[in-house]
Every structure is written in C-alpha cells, then in structure tokens.
C-alpha cells in the first residue's frame, strides 16, 4: 500500500514503510540480522545492500515510516536520541558557527550543545523561545546556523510557535531543527509548521514500551546543505550527504531495535490518545491538591502555552507533565512513595514513570540558565486506569 493510499494517520501508521512481501506474504518487516549481503559481482549489490553499516532492510523499513509519518521522504535511525543529535549538528554545522536552543531541553542535548560541541568550534545560547518577542530579538541579533527548538519542552513543557521561529530562523538564513519527541507526529508535524529538520528518542511514545533505545532524524524534502558548509563527501543534497556520514561514523542501530521501533508505530495514535487522557486528569487533579504548588502541561486552560499548544497540537499535548511541591526534600520522598508510578527515567511507554529532573536527568542544568529546581517532580503518565494513577498520587502526596 503506498502512502497516498493512505488519508488517515492511524492508517499510514500501520502500513508505511512495506507491504507484503511478494514471496511469502509476511505482513510484518522481518528482521534482517545479518552483518553482510552477498554480491553477484564485485560491487554490483541486490537491492543496494552491502554491509551491516551501510544499510539494513529491516531499519530502512522503520527509518521510511517515521518519514512518511513526518510528512517527509528522508529518514534515519539511530541507535540512541543523542546519536541522532549529534549526527544532525556535524551534518548542518562547521566550527565557527552558533546554534540558539530553547532554554528548556532535555539534558543530554544540553550537555551536547553547552559542553561538547563548544571544543569542536560550535558555539550556543539558550533563549526562551516560548517568548516571541525574545526570539525575534536573540536570532536577528545573532543570526545562528541552527535554531534547535524542543516542544512541549522538557521537563517544564513550554510550548513554541514552530512557524513563526521558523520564518524568524530563515529570515537570517538559519535552519530550524525542532526536538518532536514528546508530541509525537501524531499531535504535531514540524516539517509542515516550516522546520527543516525534525529529531527523535525514539526510546520514547515511538518505541512505546521501553524495551528499545534509539533516535531518528527526519529531513525537509529539498533540504541542502548551508552554503558555508563543505559537505565531507562531495554531497551537497543534505539526504545524500547524510546516507554517507551515518555509514562513515557508524551510528546505526541493530535490526532488533528498529523492528522493534517499527512495531510501535503501528499502535502510536491509539497509545498516545490515552497517554493524553490520561495525563489530563493528572494534570487536573494536582492542580487543586493543597500540596501541590504549580502543575506545568500546557493542556490545562490555566497554563501559559495552553491557546498556542490548542492551535499547534489540536489532538492533544502528550502524557508527559510536571509539578512542584513545597521543597526538594518533599519533592524527593514524593518520588519514592508512589506504588504504581515506578521511579524511572523515560517516558512514553505503557507503565507510569515519576522522576526527579534536577538529580535524574538535567543535572547539568541545575543551578545555571534555565535551572532546573530541586521542588520540581516530572511525571510519564502512562496507560494505566487513570483512577489508579490519580490515587497512587493522593496517597504519595498525603505522606510528604
């Protein structure tokens, strides 16, 4: 079945990427775990397949789904979020230039940005986004390569205007990279808002189950690479350039992963549905708890990316929230008194995962721009009754 066959996201879910195989009718992508394809002649390859590294059928399936799911042709798995991260910024940017990125984002892609890319000669400021007015003002006065924009944000769930970053980004040349991990292509295209390049954890609602780890980078149709940038291989098309720096640094992940990324596409509408239901009457229920001082999900009508996420992500904003309590000590027991909540680190996958961003996942961040504070709890809601998640809370809350 062909993606124009396709009018609905659930339907395009189920089959992009294959359809039935010719001589035995599977339904499903096998898995191809082999390391090496064989050639009928020195150089000449069957289907263009020639070494584990240089391409897969089994990823290539997936890689080809998520595309279709974003709206766009080129896609490429990862085996992690950061390695996808990483790969995209060699790609699109040379020592010298500058990256501007959302003030709220995930802590690894910080630590990238902050700590890493810098002794490679890339530069970087966190600016809210979120803050029209501020956004003009940083990308015009720097005029960055790469505007990396993450929303709903992580883990205070900001909410930016993809297409109007996006007009501000190309106005002074720049490309916008937008982090969709929480909101899924479900609730939110970037590429079709005017981003350029769209990344993933796939880790996450893609692989829907935590049971696989990896990440993906979907390219705008047409894109190129910056006038400035030297392609290392000749290719000045940004897919073409991509399918041959992936293979000189061997980001790839194993076939299993991907076969298992690739099943979780299949029920991403009708899990993430739930997710956003359910995070919802989380959401509701903490924002009149006595205890709680401040609930961040732009779902509420009380929250201040609540008119733009209704626009920008009118199925939902995802099952992912945060809330703050008195102090970080009542936040930390908080962490440790709930039963069905499993303290973890992820999101996105059936089981509930509550978590302590400031110790667990952007420690880097703590203390400095945009810090995270120690009376911040991040809750993964997931897919359970949300009856029972709302009361595991109450009681978790009533003993801090």
């Keep these: 079945m062909s993606a124009t066959d396709c ?4 339907t395009l879910a189920i089959h992009a990427g294959f359809d039935p195989d010719p001589v035995t009718g599977d339904v499903v992508p096998p898995m191809h775990v082999t390391s090496t394809f064989v050639q009928d002649r020195p150089g000449e390859l069957r289907e263009g397949y020639e070494y584990g590294r240089c391409g897969n059928p089994t990823t290539n399936a997936f890689a080809g789904a998520l595309a279709a799911l974003e709206g766009a042709t080129h896609g490429f798995a990862f085996p992690s979020g950061m390695s996808a991260e990483d790969t995209v910024i060699r790609l ?9 990125h959302s003030t709220d984002v995930y802590g690894g892609t910080h630590k ?7 002794v490679e000669g890339i530069t970087s400021q966190a600016a809210d986004l979120s803050d029209l007015a501020e956004a003009e003002h940083v990308i015009r006065e720097q005029r960055p390569q790469i505007v990396w924009v993450e929303t709903p944000s992580n883990p205070f769930l900001t909410v930016t205007d993809i ?11 720049g490309l916008l990279i937008v982090d969709n991990t929480f909101a899924t292509p479900f609730l939110q295209r970037p590429l079709a808002l005017g981003a350029d390049v769209v990344v993933h954890s796939t880790t996450k609602y893609v692989g829907g189950h935590s049971d696989v780890v990896g990440g993906a980078v979907i390219l705008r149709d047409g894109l190129e690479l910056p006038g400035h940038v030297e392609p290392f291989f000749g290719e000045r098309d940004a897919a073409a350039e991509a399918v041959k720096l992936q293979m000189a640094l061997g980001h ?6 991907t076969y298992l990324a690739h099943r979780g596409l299949k029920t991403l509408a009708l899990r993430v549905e739930r997710h956003c239901a359910n995070a919802l009457a989380v959401a509701t229920f903490l924002a009149s ?11 509420l009508a009380s929250d201040p990316g609540y008119e ?21 000590e009542a936040a930390l027991e908080v962490t440790m008194r709930t039963r069905i909540f499993a303290l973890a680190a992820s999101l996105g996958a059936p089981e509930s995962l509550i978590e302590h961003p400031a110790i667990m996942t952007h420690s880097t961040r703590v203390g400095g721009v ?3 504070p120690a009376t911040l709890v991040r809750l993964a809601v997931g897919l359970e009754d949300v009856g029972d998640l709302i009361a595991d809370l109450d009681q978790a809350l009533a003993g801090i």
Excluded: M
């Design 370 to 372: 945009g810090g995270v």
């Design 112 to 118: 990238l940005l902050s700590v890493i890319k810098p």
């Design 163 to 173: 297409a109007a970053v996006a007009a501000l980004t190309h106005e002074v040349g």
């Design 92 to 100: 699109l940017a040379r020592p010298g230039d500058h990256v501007v």
């Design 308 to 328: 733009l996420a209704q626009r920008q992500n009118p199925r939902g904003v995802g099952g992912v929230l945060s809330f703050q309590v008195a102090t970080g």
């Design 289 to 299: 708890h006595p205890k709680v001082s401040a609930v961040h999900y732009p779902g």
């Design 252 to 257: 790839v992940p194993s076939p299993r992963d």
């Design 7 to 10: 009018t609905d996201f659930a």
